[in-house]
């Protein structure tokens, strides 16, 4: 990877964490918007995939496996009633966030994907750890050295 791609996702992981924290963006609604981001791109990359014969790494085709004991993450939740609670134009601003800067800097997919699968990793983690749906609405905890 060049240096001008490395600055480039240095900006995405440095505006994304400045709107998540300045916004106090509760994990599900940082989690939905991650996830809407990876399905297009993988989709995107599964098309040229399937296009080239080409194969990519396991930690771009794929989640990363989190540290979670299963038994901790026993929990459902009315998805419903969760989605009507999520403030839409708060994740439309973390969605045109992620978009612009991804254009901006002009990313490749590959670059793409792995950046926000390190926040999808990091959602994820979290929403494992959630025992109800008042922890889904908790703001996303970022670690101090992300």
């Known amino acids: 990877m060049d240096e001008s791609a ?3 996702l240095v900006t995405l992981q440095e505006r994304t964490v400045n709107l998540v924290n300045q916004l106090s963006m509760p994990l599900v609604e940082v989690a939905l918007v991650m996830q809407k981001h990876l399905n297009q791109l993988m989709a995107t990359l599964q098309e040229h995939l399937d296009s080239t014969g ?3 790494a396991q930690d771009v085709s794929s989640p990363w496996p989190l540290e979670v004991d299963a038994a901790e993450s026993s ?3 009315a998805l419903e009633k969760v989605m009507d609670i ?3 134009q708060r994740m439309d601003i973390l969605d045109t966030l ?4 991804l254009v901006e800097i002009n990313a490749s997919v590959i670059d793409a994907i792995l950046a926000l699968r390190a926040w999808e990793h990091l959602v994820r983690s979290q929403l494992a750890l959630a025992s109800g749906p008042g922890q889904l609405f908790s703001p996303l905890n970022i670690p101090e050295d992300w």
Request: hydrophobic share 40%; glycine share 6%; aromatic share 6%.
């Open 6 to 8: 490395v600055d480039g």
């Open 54 to 56: 080409q194969r990519v």
């Open 75 to 77: 929990s459902n939740f």
């Open 86 to 88: 999520v403030d839409q």
């Open 98 to 101: 992620i978009r612009v800067t």
